[in-house]
């Protein structure tokens, strides 16, 4: 459950824990949509914080008053269409919305857009997020041709 200000650019290639289980499969380095000037996640937070959700307490950049939540990602099929994806918005470990969408390799779009979809979230770190939970789902685990 990575934190919802977190927006995923690429897979690091200095990961904290090289063959941890985490939320977005593979460890990755991105930027803080908690301010307006998106820093890059800082690297001593990027494991516990960024990947991993519920940082609330743990990182400075965390907004204050913004209820500790997080993002999960579920695949719900497997074609050779690609992924359907459950969408899970949590707050205090607890799931408060979700929706589903649908991830195409061939065009690498979700459909819905996690942007369009109406939640109290940071909809663009959201699109990253199940963007980068798909691909590197697929990478481990490819479609059947």
Partial sequence: ??????????ITPSPRHAHARLPLI?????????RADLPPAPAER???CCNH????????????GHAPS??????LAQSEAGLEILCIEE??????????????PSTGALDPD?????????????????????????ERFPLAS
């Fill in 53 to 64: 959700g519920y940082s609330h307490s743990l990182c400075d950049l965390f907004p204050a």
């Fill in 26 to 34: 593979d460890e990755y380095d991105g930027l803080c949509r908690a």
């Fill in 1 to 10: 459950m990575p934190c919802p200000f977190f927006e995923p650019r690429a």
């Fill in 46 to 48: 990027r494991f516990e």
């Fill in 70 to 75: 997080c993002f999960r990602y579920t695949v």
């Fill in 114 to 138: 996690p942007a369009g979809v109406s939640m109290d979230a940071q909809p663009l770190a959201m699109r990253a997020q199940a963007l980068a939970f798909c691909r590197s789902f697929l």
């Fill in 91 to 104: 707050r205090h470990y607890a799931p408060v919305r979700w929706f589903s969408t649908r991830y195409s």
